[in-house]
């Protein structure tokens, strides 16, 4: 049985809930508790709060965990880093009141910045020259300004719109975070290869992500054109339908250049375009 620890609440936790679920990893419906085991899969779902979570993979209350990169590097965790997940993203950024002009970072020399990540931004201060105290507050930081507890801020940032609302902006970008899959340095090779297995799972999911599946109709001699535009995963399938003139071709397209492929196919004469959402990619 391999134990995953993951955040208790909050979009990181949403969006893990729904990486297991698409891998087949079933949780029970019932009232959540600290530990849940997964239906068929040999995986347990440790609960624990975010802060919590490197420490508790290094020293094996948990066998691996899925944390923020913010955590794992705030925390110094000795635990193995494993796989970025691509998701949860966020970055780490200095913010200041709107009103003030910032000259860039000789500003903070002389100020007190409010942050929850103190070990990195004391890292980034002494890798900068910059002469700055700081105020440690667990939560709620970007209050601290506003009610004169600091001249600037440190913390996470997504959208941008909690700084908005306090009347603060973003001025420096210290590092960009996103979820991690990180484990144990002393795994057994059962539970090394429960892993594996829980590893190639998440990247058919993630392949997936972003993907349709496209099939369409098209003249013969426009194939050359159309396959040009439709690289596929290798390359894309070509089948004869019982019209010579004609052909059907299938294939994978992002998400992102969906709609200037779509018009460039129909410009080209597809017909009967068919567009399929990928849940899995094994590859």
């Not at 997964?38 to 440790?46: G, I, Q, T």
């Not at 899925?66 to 965790?77: A, F």
Request: charged share 25%; hydrophobic share 45%.
């Amino acid at each position: 049985m391999l134990r995953i620890a993951v955040q208790s609440k909050g979009r990181l936790y949403e969006e893990t809930i729904a990486l297991l679920d698409e891998a087949g990893l079933k949780l029970s419906k019932a009232k959540r508790t600290l530990l849940l085991s997964a239906v068929d899969f040999p995986v347990e779902v440790l609960f624990l709060r975010d802060d919590d979570i490197p420490q508790s993979v290094a020293n094996g209350v948990a066998d691996v965990g899925i944390v923020g990169e913010n955590e794992y590097v705030e925390k110094g965790s000795e635990a193995e880093l494993v796989k970025r997940l691509g998701f949860s993203r966020c970055r780490l950024s200095l913010a200041i009141p709107k009103d003030e002009v910032y000259s860039g970072l000789s500003w903070f020399n002389g100020k007190t910045i409010a942050t929850s990540y103190p070990v990195i931004l004391h890292k980034f201060l002494k890798d900068n020259n910059i002469q700055a105290s700081t105020h440690i507050i667990s939560g709620s930081v970007e209050i601290a300004p506003g009610i004169g507890l600091a001249d600037a801020i440190f913390d996470i940032v997504s959208s941008g719109s909690t700084l908005i609302s306090n009347q603060l902006k973003e001025v420096y970008t210290v590092m960009k975070s996103e979820a991690l899959l990180i484990a144990n340095k002393s795994l057994s090779p059962e539970k090394r290869e429960i892993l594996d297995r829980l590893l190639f799972r998440f990247a058919a999911v993630q392949e997936a992500s972003g993907k349709k599946y496209v099939l369409l109709n098209a003249p013969k001699d426009k194939v050359a054109e159309i396959t040009e535009l439709l690289p596929g995963m290798k390359s894309p399938t070509v089948t004869p339908l019982a019209d010579a003139g004609w052909v059907s071709i299938q294939s994978v397209i992002t998400e992102k250049h969906f709609w200037e492929i779509i018009d460039k196919l129909k410009a080209i004469g597809a017909e009967g375009i068919i567009v399929v959402p990928i849940e899995k990619m094994i590859l």
